[in-house]
């Protein structure tokens, strides 16, 4: 029996026990329930033990707060004091007799949770403070303990731009630096890594320091011993370590709507190929052996399936069996456009008639660190459902901004989070309405949500030349009310880069552009992500500028759309609309 509220609970490496946060404290708990310790003590809610702080989870890939030690006689533990961190609140609309909802959310500007991490037996005792320059590196993005290996952590400077990895004496608490990172734009993160060797003598690294992501190989003391991939590979991420063999398994494609696994030598050499091929996004999962793995297959003519595969090549792949009921295939075409070579998804509907024109809708997300292209079909479920509702041509689009090229490129977003997009699918557009006689540019309609929320928005109040309607969801209107972590990587600090949140802010264009073009905003009232404030700001703009717009609020609805009526609702909404501003019948085939 545990105490109640269990929070992550996983199991100690010798499977005999289990640590879990209650309280705001961390507990180790015997499988027999024989025991269950308090590790730590004196958690409050403004100084937890063992949780995450906001921006690790939701921007750093960091959501654990404590880790057993290789043996499982020790925990190291996240301690993070939210007591100067800004407090909003969520009230319930339909429901104001309720309290509202509390969070300590850092906006851009103000004040992030204090952290540092401790080592504490696992029965308890006295902490040993893990020592580093926590004023000048805030962020703590990694801590990994693996056997036969030292205890690390990578920190990060607040603006990203500055980041070490150090090595941690245990009995101390005091560390080494063994790699340091520069980047003048931002450091993005690979979480795969440092992966070390058993005996710990050497571990893998990532970086981007030559302008492109390369897999290197380093010794105990983080000296590089090697690069293990070139600039052009498109390295992606380590999926294992065979030490024995000297082989590491890693995710990459010098295409970046692909995903392909490779072998790669510690000892040097070309990669090998193992799984994959163009138009293909192939992802692996090794458990504790090296000679099986798993992939996720996925092409755009077939919808993922699961193949057991031998690294040596010796069997043929196995397929997994799958009870799921297959959709059917989107009618998607992946292609690259202009002088970018932009990659574009375009998706038809299934009642597309050749010779006809149709509207376009622009699938956008627009933002860094995520392709809205990729080799599989599964991505493009609901643009087919979109083609087909609103009877227009769905395309998705990759412009400037985006990873999966090289550095140059995903960098130009720097301090130009609406210009850079915007103007890339907008460029992109052109090209493909000049390569496509069915698409007519004239009808060009826009929807996404988050920060394709905002892009969407920004469409038809900053190019309403081009954009004849948008659907906004979940839009960030203001990045001064967003959080810390990833406004201030792409836009530096409010304060000292005014004019970079200025020229990103949809408040700044609401009253700009004309003609006015058909805007609907959709919002979850319980958003703790985007705030709700953020769409009531703009509404308020919009109105003040005397500009026509809908406002689509869902009660109760968080950053996502999760209960299928309210999906279905939503969606059935926005293609209307979509449908109504686009006069979707197809044109006449002689139109310019």
């Given at each position: ?402 990873p999966g090229r090289d550095r140059a490129w995903e960098r ?65 209107t203001d990045w001064r009310d967003y959080d810390t972590c ?107």
């Amino acid at each position: 029996k545990t105490h109640s509220g269990a929070i992550d609970p996983h199991f100690s490496p010798d499977g005999k026990s289990v640590a879990y946060v209650s309280g705001n404290d961390v507990y180790v708990a015997s499988v027999d329930a024989t025991s269950d310790v308090a590790v730590t003590k004196g958690g409050t809610d403004t100084r937890t033990h063992g949780v995450a702080e906001f921006v690790a989870q939701e921007e750093l890939a960091r959501s654990r707060g404590f880790w057993f030690s290789p043996e499982g006689d020790r925990i190291v533990y996240e301690e993070a004091d939210t007591s100067k961190v800004e407090v909003l609140t969520i009230p319930d609309p339909s429901h104001p007799e309720q309290k509202p909802y509390e969070s300590a959310y850092p906006r851009a500007g103000k004040a992030n949770a204090d952290v540092r991490l401790g080592i504490v037996p696992v029965r308890g005792g006295a902490t040993t403070w893990i020592e580093w320059d926590r004023a000048r590196f805030p962020y703590v993005a990694t801590v990994k303990w693996t056997r036969g290996a030292p205890l690390v952590i990578y920190v990060m400077d607040r603006l990203q731009q500055n980041a070490e990895l150090l090595s941690v004496d245990t009995k101390t608490g005091k560390t080494t630096t063994l790699v340091k990172e520069h980047d003048a734009a931002w450091i993005n993160l690979d979480t795969s890594v440092p992966r070390f060797t058993p005996d710990g003598k050497q571990f893998l690294w990532s970086t981007e320091r030559g302008g492109a992501w390369e897999l290197e190989l380093r010794d105990a003391t983080g000296q590089l011993v090697r690069k293990l991939t070139k600039k052009d590979f498109g390295y992606d991420s380590v999926v294992d370590l065979d030490a024995a063999s000297s082989v590491a398994i890693v995710q990459g494609s010098s295409e970046p709507t692909d995903a392909r696994v490779f072998a790669v030598s510690l000892a040097g050499g070309e990669p090998k190929p193992l799984a994959g091929n163009a138009g293909e996004s192939v992802q692996a999962t090794f458990g504790k052996g090296h000679d099986v793995f798993v992939t996720r297959y996925a092409t755009r003519g077939a919808m993922p399936r699961y193949d057991a595969r031998w690294v040596s090549g010796g069997h043929p792949p196995i397929e997994i069996p799958s009870m799921v009921e297959a959709p059917a295939l989107p009618n998607v075409e992946v292609t690259d456009v202009g002088d970018d070579h932009y990659r574009v998804a375009i998706i038809r509907p299934r009642a597309f008639v050749s010779g006809q024109r149709y509207p376009i809708i622009d699938a956008a997300y627009g933002g860094p660190g995520f392709n809205v292209v990729a080799s599989d079909a599964s991505r493009y479920l609901f643009e087919q459902w979109l083609a087909d509702a609103v009877g227009a041509v769905v395309v998705a689009i990759d412009a400037r901004g985006t990873p999966g090229r090289d550095r140059a490129w995903e960098r130009a977003i720097r301090n130009k989070a609406l210009d850079v997009p915007l103007d890339g699918h907008v460029a992109a557009l052109k090209a493909l309405a000049a390569k496509y006689r069915e698409l007519d540019p004239s009808r060009i309609g826009v929807y996404g949500w988050s920060y394709g929320g905002m892009f969407s928005a920004a469409a038809v109040l900053a190019r309403p030349d081009v954009y004849k309607v948008a659907v906004a969801g979940a839009p960030v209107t203001d990045w001064r009310d967003y959080d810390t972590c990833y406004t201030e990587r792409y836009l530096g600090l409010p304060e000292t880069n005014a004019a970079a949140y200025d020229s990103a802010s949809l408040l700044t264009w609401a009253a700009r552009a004309t003609p006015h073009r058909p805007l609907l905003l959709i919002h979850g009232t319980a958003d703790d992500n985007v705030y709700f404030m953020n769409s009531l700001k703009l509404a308020d703009a919009l109105a003040r500028a005397g500009r026509p717009f809908e406002f689509l609020p869902i009660a109760g609805v968080t950053h996502m759309l999760v209960e299928p009526v309210m999906i279905e609702a939503v969606w059935s909404r926005a293609a209307e609309f979509l449908r109504a501003g686009l006069r979707s019948n197809v044109s006449d085939p002689s139109r310019q």
